[in-house]
């Protein structure tokens, strides 16, 4: 049982014009076994919710605390959040050229487990990861996202989701940029991920077509660096019909 | 002396000539030299009787005889440093392989300097329609200039590098002048890992139509290293074509590196299709890489021509990305900078030399030599 506990979070991100609050207090706990779907306009903060979370540089945190299972998260490295537990399924993920897949998912796995698994054993687990995803095994081969098409890149997110089994998942829109066949692929290899391990998961989105192949038990509403609102399924069905007009009001949305 | 033609705006040498008085000492201010360090080359542009010589063992292929000016092979000297090099050199390493002839396995040149200061010449000819791989080894304790002439005979083959390793403390200064014969494909690339100063003058020319070559370069600069190569294609025969691409890594204070690629392509060399890029990754604030392509048409009967040069910071967001994994910052900038070379060392035409030099660059990078096996045994 694990538990990811953010209280009254403050960011912002560090730009040329000196530091802008991104959050304002952000309050979530999420725990093994839980699905807790983050809705929230564009420029939210949503998004920036998840890169903190994982310790991006670009942001610094100015008030509150994130801690998992009872252990400070915003005192480690980016690589000791991932090694704890965290694993952060990004919007955009980058091309790193000359470093095939199979490389960079073994050495992954070899930091998450404390030591490098067997070559033929480590070849077959790849192997069936990708089945579940419907990727080629060639693909092992390809570099980290060069070239990969929006569905191929959020495979690869899935795909190492299931092979590094985090406590906490965080999926930063996953959902973007992936057509209905994709989106179903995508979502089956997380919920197999989730039913398998038992995690924990926060759901970045903007849209609701996602909630219907991932099932979240939370919903919140996310508007201008904080949730302002907080309910069961039936909430994505309300932000479905009405969209998020009723929550933004005046308040001044973040860019 | 022979006066080479050339054009009045080109960047093409010259003079050839085997006379040291024909070529002053650069002062720095020379196009050719404007980089370059030219006080802490002077021990190898002052000619000096006591020189020492440069052999290898002998070998299948390989041999090594006294140097003989009359039987030095296609090329001249076009520089101070070269006519130095040529008017100490006492000894010739040279691999011959004859016509038709096919060698599976590398031919291993392992350069032996007799002495702190030393000059080499190196003759590799290979015969029409043979195909072999040469690998020149140059792994320092000593000063070194010379030549690496390169003859590749009609419809030959050639797979050659030329790898400078070792000690961080010596100057080499080398030309490598290669002639492609008709139809014949050369790949030659430098390694440079290893020396203080080091510059390093790949050429090529080609002695008739249909001539393939690749030039390919790697080099890792750190603590101060000044590493040049200058690459000159003279494209003088029509339906010939060229692509260069060098690749360098450097970090540290008084780190610099440089690269010059020269392509001309002459009016007579139509159907000419030529590609030359140089890649440059700073792995930090404190050192300096400089790239400069020149592209030289006399005719625009050409299939294409074209040309790249790029030099850019580590990316933060790769890092990022692989740190997120789990993968400690060090690993990540390590897989990084290996990744950046791969693609390059990927051409050089021996699977076997593109894991040596791998292990090279891990291990300069500081991998765990069990990692770099790793990554080499899943890939």
């Known amino acids: 049982m694990s538990t990811l506990a953010i209280n009254d979070l403050h960011a912002s991100v ?44 670009k942001y610094v945190v100015t008030a509150g605390t994130i801690t998992l299972d009872g252990v400070d998260v915003l005192a ?49 687990e790849m192997k069936d990861a990708m089945g579940v995803l419907q990727m080629d095994p060639a693909f092992a081969e390809r570099n980290v996202n060069e070239g990969f098409s929006g569905g191929e890149k959020k495979r690869h997110e899935i795909l190492q989701l299931s092979l590094l089994k985090p406590k906490i998942a965080i999926l930063d829109e996953t959902d973007s940029g992936l057509d209905v066949d994709a989106l179903r692929v995508v979502s089956e290899g997380f919920n197999a991920f989730r039913e398998e391990t038992g995690a924990g998961t926060l759901l970045i989105t903007h849209y609701t077509r996602i909630l219907r192949y991932i099932h979240p038990d939370y919903v919140h509403v996310f508007v201008d660096g904080r949730i302002v609102e907080s309910g069961g399924p039936e909430l994505a069905s309300v932000l479905e019909s009405e969209g998020y007009e009723r929550f933004v009001g005046n308040a001044p949305v973040a860019s | 002396m022979t006066s080479l033609t050339a054009p009045p705006m080109d960047l093409a040498p010259r003079l050839a000539s085997t006379a040291i008085d024909d070529f002053a000492m650069p002062t720095g201010r020379e196009e050719a030299w404007r980089f370059a360090p030219v006080d802490r080359l002077a021990g190898l542009l002052e000619p000096d009787g006591g020189s020492a010589a440069v052999v290898a063992d002998p070998g299948p292929f390989i041999s090594v005889v006294d140097f003989d000016p009359e039987d030095a092979g296609h090329w001249r000297p076009t520089d101070r440093g070269a006519v130095v090099a040529w008017a100490g050199a006492r000894s010739a390493v040279q691999v011959r392989v004859p016509a038709e002839t096919l060698v599976d396995e590398p031919i291993v040149v392992r350069l032996q300097a007799q002495g702190p200061r030393a000059h080499a010449h190196v003759d590799v000819r290979i015969g029409a329609h043979s195909r072999a791989t040469v690998v020149v080894l140059n792994e320092g304790g000593s000063d070194v200039s010379g030549a690496l002439v390169t003859e590749i005979g009609d419809g030959a083959d050639l797979t050659m590098l030329s790898v400078i390793d070792g000690p961080r403390e010596n100057v080499q200064m080398w030309h490598w002048p290669a002639r492609v014969g008709r139809d014949a494909r050369f790949t030659g690339s430098t390694i440079t890992l290893g020396g203080s100063v080091v510059r ?15 030039l390919l370069g790697a080099f890792l600069a750190d603590a101060g290293q000044y590493l ?39 009016r007579e060399a139509v159907a000419t299709d030529t590609y030359e890029m140089n890649r440059n990754l700073l792995l930090d604030d404190g050192a300096r890489a400089d790239s400069v392509p020149n592209l030289e048409l006399e005719t625009g009967d050409v299939v294409s021509a074209g040309h790249a040069s790029a030099t850019g910071r580590f990316d933060d967001e790769q890092l990022f990305y692989l740190q997120a994994r789990g993968i ?52």
């Open chain 1, 14 to 57: 560090l730009t040329d014009g000196g530091p802008r609050e991104i959050l304002r207090g952000v309050t979530l706990t999420v725990t093994s076994g839980s699905t807790h779907a983050v809705m929230g306009p564009n420029g939210s903060g949503k998004s920036t919710l998840a890169y903190v979370i994982a310790g991006h540089p």
């Open chain 1, 76 to 124: 480690m490295t980016v690589d000791e959040r991932a090694r704890a537990g965290l694993f952060l399924a990004m919007q955009y993920p980058v091309e790193i050229p000359g470093v095939s897949v199979s490389n960079f998912l073994r050495t992954s796995a070899t930091a998450a487990r404390g030591e490098a698994p067997k070559l033929r054993t480590w070849m077959k």
């Open chain 2, 200 to 214: 390093n003058l790949p050429s090529v020319t080609y002695a008739g139509p249909g001539g393939a070559a690749t």
């Open chain 2, 228 to 266: 040049e190569h200058r690459i000159l294609v003279t494209h003088d025969q029509p339906h010939c074509t060229s692509s260069v691409v060098y690749k360098g890594a450097l970090s540290g204070a008084g780190t610099h590196t440089v690269w010059v690629g020269d392509v001309v392509v002459r």
């Open chain 2, 328 to 379: 400690p910052e060090a690993v990540a900038r390590q897989l990084v900078v290996r990744g950046f070379f791969v693609d390059v060392l990927s051409r050089v035409g021996s699977s076997q030399w593109r894991s040596i030099v791998l292990s090279r660059i891990a291990d300069r990078l500081g991998m765990d030599p069990d990692f770099e096996l790793d990554l080499e045994a899943a890939e």
